[in-house]
């Protein structure tokens, strides 16, 4: 079973940086699909950015383009989102998703196409 934990969340001002974490201590994430999504207060979750673990190719979400960036750590089996410029729109509870396959392009920005899901971490982007 895929446990999937996330951590790196807080409170900044915007501008600010955070850096978020997702790891499953017990299993390599070889020929998986990491995504990233986020879901804010009376929100529909929505996708962030996806990464495919063999290869490292990365899809983003229009609205964090240029300003976040995923990125795998093989050795430490961990996916990053690293989060500059953020901005208030960008509060919500981030959830790392998994999928054993290497997901077709169509596919890594719908959640459905994930099966295994982290808890989630709240960010907070407020002066």
């Known amino acids: 079973q895929v446990q999937l934990v996330e951590s790196g969340g807080g409170m900044v001002p915007p501008g600010g940086s955070l850096r978020l974490s997702c790891v499953d201590s017990?299993?390599?994430?070889?020929?998986?699909?990491m995504g990233w999504f986020r879901q804010a207060p009376g929100k529909a979750r929505e996708f962030v950015a996806a990464?495919?673990?063999?290869?490292?190719?990365?899809h983003y979400a229009d609205s964090v383009k240029g300003r976040f960036t995923i990125s795998r750590d093989s050795a430490k089996n961990t996916v990053y989102l690293q989060m500059n410029a953020l901005k208030p729109e960008d509060t919500a509870v981030y959830y790392c998703?998994?999928?054993?396959?290497?997901?077709?392009?169509?596919?890594?920005?719908?959640?459905?196409?994930?099966?295994?899901w982290g808890q989630g971490t709240q960010v907070t982007v407020s002066s």
């Open positions: 017990a299993r390599t994430f070889s020929g998986y699909t």
């Open positions: 998703a998994a999928d054993k396959t290497r997901l077709i392009v169509s596919n890594l920005r719908n959640e459905e196409a994930y099966d295994y």
């Open positions: 990464i495919r673990w063999s290869g490292g190719s990365t």
